[in-house]
């Protein structure tokens, strides 16, 4: 089945620092969702995006809903412990079921 | 609080055996769904349902089945559990309508020895 290109698959950073991901399509997506899992746990919605351009932010995180349609960000600032985990993007393309991307792994050095 | 209920965090099964996994939701979402998730791979879709008794193959339903006589509840069963579907299991739930986000169970880890 069809998957989103997130990238990096993987960030190592320094505590404090600001972390910015993001996934891709070649195909138009009406709809970005950013996800993150946390250790041992199910993956929690962070940020929904539903047109395109729009901006949106949750405390230290900023999404994005790329203009083409085709694209989404996700940037943490100042980037603290409790950020660890895998962060997800997803998208729709108009029926119910969520493509997701491959995920991106956050360890943070304190 | 609502949410999904996945009702085993670990497992642990023999291969051949046949295995339940139950997913709860209480909601009242009409959409729930399975996916197994291993390093690498991200998230992959096994089977979902929009509906009781509705059920429709994922991505990788190969050795799995469902069952959905309740709206609430929506069970993944392993015919003849291998090795290979060692793995973390998610239940998710969605109401009906474009682009509603799923809510996620805290998933089953299963090892098959």
């Not at chain 1, 997800?88 to 108009?94: E, I, L, N, S, V």
């Not at chain 2, 046949?18 to 939701?25: H, M, N, P, R």
């Not at chain 2, 929009?50 to 193959?57: A, P, S």
């Not at chain 2, 392993?78 to 799923?102: H, I, K």
Request: hydrophobic share 30%.
């Amino acid at each position: 089945g069809q998957q989103l290109n997130q990238s990096p698959q993987s960030m190592f950073i320094q505590e404090g620092e600001d972390v910015s991901m993001n996934c891709t399509s070649s195909s138009i997506f009406n709809t970005w969702l950013w996800y993150k899992q946390d250790p041992g746990e199910g993956p929690v919605l962070l940020i929904a995006l539903y047109k395109a351009g729009e901006l949106t932010s949750n405390g230290r995180l900023t999404a994005q809903f790329g203009i083409t349609r085709k694209d989404s960000f996700l940037n943490i600032s100042a980037s603290i412990p409790s950020d660890v985990g895998i962060y997800f993007c997803a998208g729709t393309q108009g029926a119910q079921k969520l493509v997701f991307g491959q995920g991106t792994r956050l360890t943070i050095n304190p | 609080d609502v949410k999904v209920t996945q009702s085993s965090r670990y497992l642990v099964k023999r291969t051949g055996e046949k295995v339940f996994l139950e997913c709860v939701q209480d909601m009242d979402h009409e959409n729930m769904f399975w996916y197994r998730q291993d390093p690498g791979l991200g998230l992959r879709l096994i089977y979902f349902s929009y509906d009781v008794k509705m059920k429709e193959k994922g991505d990788i339903p190969e050795g799995y089945s469902v069952s959905r006589e309740k709206k609430e509840r929506f069970s993944l069963i392993l015919e003849s559990a291998s090795t290979n579907q060692t793995s973390m299991y998610l239940c998710a739930s969605s109401p009906t309508g474009p682009g509603r986000g799923y809510t996620f169970g805290s998933g089953t880890r299963l090892t098959v020895v």
